[in-house]
């Protein structure tokens, strides 16, 4: 079992920036990817990026350019570094890991809210 807590959503000005961060309970070493999803209401749970235990990225185009996904295996956490944020990206924002490629095993954490005003 693997609890993931986030942190660092809020309330912040279209323009602004938030540092998301995604905290696991044991070792994340061995994760095949994690990433981060949001869920806007009403609407469903979307990708916004993930990255491999290779390093290799995937942002969503509504995010490309503004939005970047780090880990830091020492800390056991995964970031989302949000900047020049739009009301359009007004959700609730999950962070999920992923182990094994045939044997899978997926763990979401509970959301943290980002609200970002006109």
């Known amino acids: 079992q693997v609890q993931l807590v986030e942190s660092g959503g809020g309330l912040v000005q279209a323009g602004g920036s938030l540092r998301l961060s995604c905290a696991a309970s044991?070792?994340?070493?061995?994760?095949?990817?994690m990433g981060w999803y949001r869920q806007a209401p009403g609407g469903q749970r979307e990708l916004v990026a993930s990255i491999t235990s290779g390093g290799t990225t995937n942002v969503a185009d509504s995010v490309k350019g503004r939005f970047t996904i780090s880990r830091d295996y020492a800390k056991n956490t995964v970031y989302l570094q949000m900047n020049s944020l739009k009301p359009e990206d007004t959700a609730l924002y999950y962070c999920?890991?992923?182990?094994?490629?045939?044997?899978?095993?997926?763990?979401w954490g509970q959301g943290t809210q980002v609200t970002v005003s006109s």
């Open positions: 044991r070792a994340i070493d061995s994760a095949d990817s």
């Open positions: 999920n890991v992923r182990f094994g490629a045939i044997v899978v095993k997926i763990y």
